[in-house]
């Protein structure tokens, strides 16, 4: 093979340091490009947490905001569209007003045989009969044939008769319901039983929101299901805690004051929202399954706990069961408190404390808020 001229060996020495230069250059240009790019994502992330995303959404027939500070846009997208779909497919299987759902299945036939559950169903069960048994009776999925006797299912305007309270009062009570837990199957031993979940499905959904915020990475949120509010442990940037309203149940949207909170779970019951007029009287939609009767002796309750299912019970137990149960509750489950809202000669709204929680900021001193 012929050696290289000496004319050519000349060029590849005078080319060498232009080569050098040029991978020099584009070395640089791509380190540049990849510092480039990691400050955008990083101001990007900034902005994201500096700033909630937003979901507004339908569940349960009410409105709903979630905020998420933890998270940039992209990713916030994939975890609302979770979120929504999962909330639905939970709505989609326990209205009770949709004869479609499983739980409209359920009523229309566990008096004739055993029913088999779907896994979130069986779920919902489990958790409802737990909080039956820790209320003492006072929460109670089977009221559904005393909210249908007093025409929240329908269009009743006159109050029942002694006789038909005594003959539906024979269709309450979880007691009556029997429990397959190798089947997961469900059977009512009385015809006529039905399940309302009113009072525990929102509580159950932000549990289920919580695990697929975690899912998702989102560790500074809250979500505000129709008045059932959960915050995160960490509060957003520049803040110490979250500011939590307290409902009025005296005035339509207005609070009787707020909270500062961090990792809590909160929950009102009142009669204020969902009520009828029977025989000329307002009822409320809270019932007392004991004694078949609308509770009408308090105005609201409202309760700060570490669970929205705990949260949710809680607050209809509580209405329910009055002060003595939720100073049992209270010292049961550490870090839960309840606020009791009556009315003083006035027509003030009167305020009683009961567990573990901070006091409301108000203005107008101990126990009375304008």
Same mark, same amino acid.
């Given at each position: ?16 340091? %232009? ?5 020099? #250059? ?7 490009? *990849?510092? *480039? ?15 909630? /995303? ?11 905001? %979630? ?6 846009? #992209?990713?916030?997208?994939? %975890? ?9 497919? %939970?709505?989609? !299987? ?18 004739? #045989?055993?029913?088999? !559950? ?17 209320? $003492? ?10 909210? /249908? ?7 009743? /305007? ?11 009062? /024979? ?52 979500? $505000? ?86 949260? $949710? ?30 009315? $003083? ?26």
């Amino acid at each position: 093979m012929p050696n290289s001229s000496p004319i050519t060996n000349k060029r590849l020495r005078l080319l060498a340091p %232009l080569f050098c230069v040029l991978l020099i #250059a584009i070395i640089a240009f791509f380190i540049l490009r *990849r510092e *480039r790019s990691v400050t955008q994502s990083a101001d990007v992330a900034g902005e994201a947490i500096a700033s909630p /995303q937003l979901m507004d959404f339908t569940v349960f027939n009410t409105l709903c905001r %979630l905020s998420v500070w933890s998270l940039p846009p #992209a990713k916030s997208e994939a %975890l609302f569209a979770e979120l929504n779909q999962q909330l639905r497919l %939970l709505h989609d !299987c326990i209205n009770v007003y949709d004869p479609k759902s499983e739980l409209s299945a359920i009523n229309r036939n566990a008096a004739s #045989a055993p029913v088999t !559950c779907s896994p979130m169903l069986w779920d919902i069960l489990m958790s409802a009969r737990e909080a039956w048994r820790i209320s $003492d009776g006072a929460f109670d999925v089977t009221i559904g044939p005393l909210m /249908q006797l007093w025409g929240f299912y329908g269009k009743q /305007q006159i109050a029942p008769s002694q006789d038909e309270m005594q003959a539906v009062r /024979q269709k309450v009570g979880l007691d009556k319901v029997r429990f397959d837990e190798q089947q997961h199957s469900v059977a009512f031993s009385v015809p006529g039983m039905r399940l309302d979940f009113g009072g525990i499905a929102k509580g159950y959904a932000l549990d289920m929101a919580g695990k697929i915020l975690a899912q998702h990475g989102a560790d500074i949120f809250l979500l $505000d299901l129709g008045g059932n509010i959960a915050c995160s442990a960490t509060p957003p940037p520049g803040r110490e805690a979250f500011t939590i309203g307290i409902r009025n149940p005296h005035a339509a949207n207005t609070l009787l004051g707020t909270m500062s909170l961090r990792g809590r779970f909160i929950a009102t019951s009142g009669n204020y929202e969902r009520f009828r007029f029977v025989d000329g009287k307002r009822v409320g939609h809270i019932m007392d399954p004991r004694s078949g009767m609308p509770c009408t002796y308090l105005d609201g309750v409202s309760v700060v706990t570490t669970s929205g299912l705990l949260s $949710d019970v809680f607050s209809t137990a509580a209405f329910i069961g009055r002060q003595d149960l939720a100073r049992s509750l209270s010292e049961r489950f550490p870090g839960s408190g309840f606020i009791f809202v009556s009315k $003083d000669q006035q027509g003030k709204p009167v305020l009683e404390y009961i567990g573990d929680l901070p006091m409301l900021e108000r203005q107008n001193g101990p126990g009375v808020v304008d």
